[in-house]
């Protein structure tokens, strides 16, 4: 590693701070340059993809509230009585809310990285709730963790909606779903929400909007790596593009360079040719039987699963 980067790094006290140089650095060093899609959600990022999931081009967000009004009975009939309820990235806790409004769970343990917005929603949300247990952990979700002890003893049901898992690579989506039966422990249930794979012109308008949310989404990555690694990247030299991967069955956003360029970060040069692109994102689509097929090797039994009546989307419910 270059001095410069080096000294930078060991005068921040933030571990979030270290890993986000660390992954941007690397990701621009790679041929083809990438960066992750994690690093979407600083406070702006967050925002831009509350109004994503109102666009109307955006469906998977719409589809699934749909699915989990329209089935709140049914979901709840499958939740064990007095569960634990863990949400995996649970945001604003709107989509908990239908299942927390229709099931009998004793406790709520939503995982966000976001502490001060987690906080704030488990405050609001023990008001709604008096007799849930509310107990907000504050950690990337995609790392391990520890239930805390007094909630052990409870039948465990993770929550993971929203197609986040379209976000890993096919291997690192079987290796979480297997991490967390792991944290949830025997007998666990798991209530997942799977985007489904679709016509092209459906899908390619969910991630490349007329009003250009999505675009001011993506290139808000380079706003905060200016912002935060005093990065000098020119937004206007860089375009918004989403398309489909059918073969892969994902949908990849890119940034694309206008022009030979090079931008400096972190005492760092990263040469860009004209129509050259920055990968920042992947959003795989599954069929119902092949996301079921890859539930089943990571460990889990398919117990049903819903969609709306478009067939856009899909809520999984499985059994360890
Ligand atoms: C939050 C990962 C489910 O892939 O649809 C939306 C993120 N990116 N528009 C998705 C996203 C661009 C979203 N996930």
Known sequence: MDLQIADRLSTQHDHHDQDFARDVVQGLARQPKRLPPKYFYDARGSDLFEQITKLPEYYPTRSELAILRDRACEIAALIPHGAAL??????????????????????????????????????????????????????????????????????????FPGSTLGNFEPDDAVRFLRQIRGILGEDARLLIGIDLEKDEQLLVPAYDDAAGVTARFNLNLLARINRELGGDFDLSAFTHRALYNEARHRIEMHLVSRKPQTVRLLGQRFAFRTGESIHTENSYKFGLERFQEMARSAGWRSQTCWTDAARLFSVHALAA
């Open 86 to 159: 863990v949400e995996f990235g649970a945001g604003a806790f709107t989509k908990a809310r239908i299942v927390l409004g229709a099931a009998n769970v004793a406790a709520y343990v939503p995982v966000d990285i976001s502490a001060e917005f987690l906080n704030a929603q488990a405050r609001t949300l023990r008001c709604d709730f008096p007799r849930l247990e509310v107990h907000p952990i504050a950690a990337d979700f995609t790392a391990p963790f520890a239930l805390p002890p007094p909630l052990r003893t409870l039948p465990k049901v993770g929550f």
